[in-house]
């Protein structure tokens, strides 16, 4: 045995010491969580937060969906009827609806009902004044 693997008293009492240091941080792998080093402390948000009034909109939030597309469809009224009825109609057929002259129509967003209105003119064009917003079921 050469003397330079004999451990002295000293060193033997020094090796526990550097066992109880604390050992450097490992990264784990990549499992798509976060560790606690990466989470943001809740009050760096609460901060982020109190920068804007209550209520006032996130304007940079809000501009990201500016560009997403939307159907809007203004309803006159419904009718039902059967197939043979409707192979029947031609030019100058008068289908009745449901809603009386002067009932507000419904105006959906991507087939939702959100708000009522009224036929308007514009130019040489028919248009939809909105003149009620109706309320979300959803929570």
């Not at 560790?35 to 209520?55: Q, T, V, Y």
């Not at 029947?88 to 991507?110: H, M, P, Q, T």
């Amino acid at each position: 045995m050469a003397e330079d693997d004999v451990n002295t008293p000293e060193e033997e009492t020094a090796a526990p010491e550097e066992a109880a240091a604390p050992a450097p941080e490992k990264k784990e792998a990549d499992d798509g969580g976060m560790s606690l080093g990466e989470m943001h402390d809740p009050s760096d948000l609460i901060d982020e937060a109190n920068d804007f009034e209550m209520g006032e909109p996130m304007v940079k939030d809000v501009e990201a969906i500016y560009d997403v597309p939307v159907q809007i469809s203004a309803v006159l009224g419904r009718s039902q009827m059967q197939v043979s009825q409707l192979l029947k109609l031609g030019r100058g057929a008068v289908v009745e609806l449901d809603r009386k002259v002067g009932e507000a129509i419904d105006i959906y967003v991507n087939n939702r009902l959100v708000a009522r209105g009224e036929v308007v003119v514009v130019e040489d064009k028919l248009g939809v004044t909105m003149t009620e917003i109706v309320k979300s079921d959803r929570a």
